[in-house]
């Protein structure tokens, strides 16, 4: 009777120790893997967002082309192209750090300042598109991010915005305020809204619905927009979420927080309750 115990005990304990052997072979397959998933993702991140740089750019040295004796136009363009490379330098270095978990250091940055730069990245005028845009940010209300990260952010939303509401036009409202410990910012459009049960996959990657339906853009969603807002949102220790409705336009809520006062952190000899 005992010699059968210890043989069974004995013949658990192999099940358990191959059993175990076979876990670890997979846990380093789904970390191989999962690496490789990481390239993937970061390199349609930041073909994304290069693309978000490259295709104004591309219009702007074409109507420079056509205009061949308008020589401020020219130096416009030129003045366009080596700016949004710098800034395109900038964002494959910031993306390639967050997909390696990599620390930046922020910085207190002028909200107001971040959305002027991306309408002037984008070159274009949105009333041009039947879109008025009403900005309502303080002009001293400041963000603890890092700017090139947060300002790529908003070029999302924006756009994404401006794409619901063609070719018909709309209202973009983007505003914010400042709180006793964060920072809210609202961006909201009157365009065709986002059915309920997509709702909840908006975040996910490579989830798009540009692709369903003939995009006024003339460009289908890679579905990485969205997916790269929410990550550097929640790198950023804040939160973003969604309201929208079909025909009933969307808005995207970010809170940020603020940082402690000096005497409040947590090397402070003050305790919080």
Do not use: W, Y
């Not at 879109?131 to 908003?154: E, F, G, M």
């Not at 400042?178 to 990657?205: H, M, R, W, Y």
């Not at 369903?212 to 973003?240: A, M, T, W």
């Amino acid at each position: 009777m005992l010699t059968r115990i210890i043989e069974k005990r004995l013949s658990l304990h192999k099940r358990l120790t191959n059993q175990q052997q076979q876990n670890d072979a997979l846990q380093s397959q789904f970390t191989q893997l999962q690496a490789l998933a990481n390239i993937g993702t970061t390199t349609c991140m930041v073909a994304h967002e290069i693309n978000n740089l490259l295709t104004p750019l591309a219009n702007f040295a074409a109507l420079s082309l056509k205009n061949p004796d308008d020589k401020l136009l020219s130096e416009k363009a030129l003045q366009k192209v080596v700016r949004n490379c710098g800034h395109a330098s900038r964002i494959m270095e910031s993306m390639l750090a967050v997909a390696n978990g990599q620390t930046q250091e922020k910085q207190s940055t002028p909200l107001a300042a971040l959305v002027e730069n991306v309408f002037t990245c984008l070159c274009r005028d949105f009333a041009k598109d039947g879109i008025t845009v009403n900005v309502q940010i303080p002009k001293d209300l400041t963000v603890l991010a890092i700017p090139v990260q947060l300002q790529q952010v908003l070029m999302n939303l924006i756009l994404n915005a401006r794409d619901a509401m063609l070719p018909r036009g709309g209202v973009l409202t983007i505003k914010a305020c400042d709180t006793a410990d964060a920072v809210q910012i609202e961006l909201s459009d009157t365009g065709c809204g986002i059915e309920p049960a997509n709702l909840e996959k908006i975040f996910q990657p490579f989830f798009t619905t540009k692709a369903n339906r003939e995009s006024p853009s003339q460009h289908s969603g890679s579905g990485l927009g969205l997916f790269f807002v929410k990550r550097v949102i929640d790198d950023h220790g804040g939160c973003v979420s969604v309201e929208s409705k079909p025909a009933g336009g969307t808005t995207f809520k970010i809170t940020l927080p603020k940082p402690l006062p000096e005497f409040l952190r947590s090397d402070s000899n003050v305790k919080l309750v």
